[in-house]
């Protein structure tokens, strides 16, 4: 049995007629086969493989859901390619693959940062929100970029707060969160300002994202006033 066969397997040993009847009630809609596989079960499927860039792109292939979720955990970092990294975003259908690819693969790789830019120019939704589900996953990540390249898009944030698309918007709300949240204090203050603005747009989906980012904001500094105490 070929590796490819063997994780699909793996995955549907696991598989609950519950888990993929339920999908849509958290907003992941997709065209792809779903098994029905919970997240914990796709991780300990992933730890059994290990790093295999070679299974992760055959996994991509396979046009199945939980698959593409576990090329997130076994892809290698290292060697994902920008080239690969749009082929794969061209492909995407749903939140839960988009952001699941950003949080655990993309935002470890070397073009991270080039393909924030490229994508934020996308048309397609979750191309686009491809573009803000890593620059929140960068901004929760890399702990060794300096304020710069996060100061410097803040400029592509409000460029996209007026995209009402569901899943672009709440994308840019989370991209905005999570650069405010980090620990400079020169950065949270320059993206606590780009939710005030947007707070204060005519436009309703900037609105929106801009006071979506506010309350995060007041919840972060109670709890680090109460941590104070």
């Known amino acids: 049995m070929s590796r490819v066969a063997e994780a699909i397997a793996a995955l549907e040993a696991q598989g609950e007629a519950r888990i993929r009847d339920g999908l849509a009630r958290y907003g992941i809609v997709t065209d792809e086969r779903v098994i029905g596989v919970p997240m914990a079960a796709i991780q300990k499927v992933a730890q059994r493989f290990g790093r295999d860039h070679q ?112 899943f672009v918007k709440k994308g840019v709300s989370w991209a905005l969160r999570g650069i405010g949240i980090r620990k400079n204090p020169a950065l949270r203050a320059a993206a606590r300002d780009v939710a005030g603005r947007l707070a204060g747009s005519a436009d309703r989906t900037a609105r929106w994202i801009g006071k979506d980012a506010q309350r995060q904001f007041m919840k972060a500094d109670k709890t680090k006033a109460s941590s104070l105490r």
């Open 55 to 166: 299974l992760a792109a055959d996994l991509w292939e396979t046009r199945i859901y939980e698959a593409r979720l576990l090329t997130a955990f076994v892809d290698d970092p290292a060697v994902v390619t920008a080239g690969q990294m749009d082929r794969w975003a061209r492909d995407l259908d749903n939140w839960a693959t988009c952001d699941t690819l950003c949080f655990k693969l993309f935002d470890r790789t070397a073009d991270a940062w080039t393909m924030v830019d490229r994508w934020a120019a996308a048309n397609g939704e979750f191309v686009k929100r491809s573009a803000f589900a890593l620059l929140a996953s960068l901004a929760l990540h890399d702990k060794k970029s300096d304020d710069a390249p996060f100061l410097e898009r803040l400029a592509l944030i409000e460029a996209a707060a007026t995209d009402d698309r569901n």
